[in-house]
């Protein structure tokens, strides 16, 4: 599932709209973290962004995976019972 939810971490992140209006913010972050980036070169708010794009695509996972889980273990108990339902036609 960890796998799964990072694959989709991913993808989120990488299909927001970059033209997205923005909005100033302000963000407290421990001392030593802040000069480490910043002595890397780190653009802060560009990492601040891919930080919350994660954590939001993170969290609409986890809650889609939650609010689906009955269907999701039904699905599973009838492939268990029955078996695929088209798995004659598989060529593999």
């Not at 990488?14 to 653009?43: G, H, Y």
């Not at 962004?49 to 009955?70: C, H, I, K, M, P």
């Given at each position: 599932?960890?796998?799964?939810?990072?694959?989709?971490?991913?993808?989120?992140?990488?299909?927001r709209p970059?033209?997205?209006?923005?909005?100033?913010?302000?963000?407290?972050?421990?001392?030593?973290l802040?000069?480490?980036a910043?002595?890397l070169?780190?653009n802060?708010?560009?990492?601040?962004?891919?930080?919350?794009?994660q954590?939001?695509?993170?969290?609409?996972?986890?809650?889609?995976l939650?609010?689906?889980q009955?269907?999701?273990?039904?699905?599973?108990?009838f492939?268990?019972?029955?078996?695929?339902?088209?798995?004659k036609?598989?060529?593999?």
């Amino acid at each position: 599932m960890v796998a799964l939810l990072n694959k989709e971490i991913v993808m989120l992140t990488v299909n927001r709209p970059r033209s997205a209006a923005k909005r100033a913010t302000n963000v407290s972050l421990p001392e030593d973290l802040l000069s480490e980036a910043k002595a890397l070169q780190i653009n802060i708010s560009q990492a601040a962004e891919a930080g919350v794009a994660q954590a939001v695509a993170r969290t609409r996972s986890e809650r889609w995976l939650a609010e689906n889980q009955d269907a999701i273990e039904s699905s599973n108990t009838f492939v268990e019972k029955h078996g695929l339902p088209l798995a004659k036609y598989r060529m593999f």
